[in-house]
């Protein structure tokens, strides 16, 4: 072992001195940078595409690469006005507590192996089942996020269901297993049928139930349903922000002692605010939920989270056969209830962000971003374009008209750089998705954002729909 002074020697202040003013850096200029990187920035790329070099490069070379080669040709999602997909833009206290976890390089699978890491993911997992109003006894991972978190749930209702038919799945495997079947509304999250493949249970082999104009699922249409069924509901459609009945749902699966499972990735969080809970109604009769902490929360990337009712449940699908030289303690050990074993400590940032917000905090996100698209929404029906959905939250779909032209106009905002929104299908109609989720979008940026989408609407109406 070295001596106190050789391994405080090793610490390179310099080289994180200059990671840092490079970080702030880039955040400072995030808010002016064009959204999407310039065509010259992605080719810049291709300096890197060399065979394995032999001989080595100094720290301060390497960051000095990383951050003019990279930074030029990341997407700024942290500047508030990038509106695809889901991404939200990681809060301060989310950023700087990645760096410290970096630092701390802590592997978060034993307790043993890092208490601080157990002891922040022990707390922040309660305070998602608090925000959810779930019971403090339900079982709960962080894992990198909704898909895996789909994985880790699924995991549980999958053994569930098959222990109580006698069948003991991770020791046998599904090889003669009884049949489950899997129930999921038709606009399900492509994530949510990719975890199914990944648990043995089919993309494809799945009921899927009719859904109403904005996503949600027909109860009426649900099929019968008994203890070997699994219905995977949603918080939050993807493209229209929708929920489904979940009361209504939960009540029948009770019944027939089935398994609700929400895919809730972002929508879920909408129970932590007072003027949003509503829609969140009835999915805390479900079995097991999954989020996402790098979406509405604003977590970075990447975290997710899973809860599952029952506990047994969860670690009896993660359980990992016992080895000699893992010390488990009395306390709850977070790789009993995740699929991986050794893990970054994203407990910590999920606690540092919910820290840093609080109950109020986390509301006011919440209620500021559905304010925002709720004025997209506006502005875009007061020019003359089609919003597509009820806007519930804060999503919004948008038409331009017909197929060819709605492209046109979303390739032209891209290009254009001061926003960046994507395209989707919504029920065969070709459209624009609007997701406002990023804790640092503006009134102004809103205002910047609409205008730079109407003029690209605008200009492709004029040139006769050619971007
Ligand atoms: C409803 C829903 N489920 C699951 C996912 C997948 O989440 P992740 O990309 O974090 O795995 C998403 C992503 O947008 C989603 O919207």
Known sequence: MGSRNDSKAKVDEGLLADVSRRAVAYLRQARDRRVAPP?????DLRQLEISFPESSLSDQEVVEWLDRVGSP????????RFYGFVNGGALPAAVAASWLVSAWDQNAALRVMSPAAAGFEDVALGWVREILRLPA?????????????????????????????????????????????IIVGDEVHVSLLKALSLLGLGRERVHRVPVDGQGRMQVDALPPLNARSIICVQAGNVNTGAFDPAREICQRAREAAAWVH????????AAASPRYRHLTDGFEHADSWSLDGHKWPNVGYDCGVSLVRDPHHLRSAMATSAAAYFTVGEAREPSQFTPELSRRARGVELWAALRSLGRNGLAGLIERTCRHASRFAEGLRASGYEVLNDVVINQVLVSFGPPAFTRAVI????????????????????????????WATTEDDVELSLAAIVRAADACRAQGSAP
């Open 411 to 438: 390739e032209r905002i891209q290009r254009d750089g001061t926003c960046w929104c994507g395209g989707t299908e919504w029920q065969g109609r070709p459209a624009m998705r609007i997701s406002v989720s990023c």
């Open 39 to 43: 065509d010259s920035a992605v080719n």
């Open 262 to 269: 929400v895919d809730g990735a972002f929508g879920l969080w």
């Open 73 to 80: 040709a990341t997407v700024t999602t942290a500047g508030g």
């Open 137 to 181: 006894g339900c079982g709960g991972a962080i894992v990198t996020g909704a898909t895996m978190a789909n994985v880790t749930g699924l995991a549980a209702a999958r053994h569930a269901l098959l222990a109580n038919a006698g069948w003991d799945v991770e020791r046998d495997g599904l090889f003669g297993a009884p049949p489950l079947t």
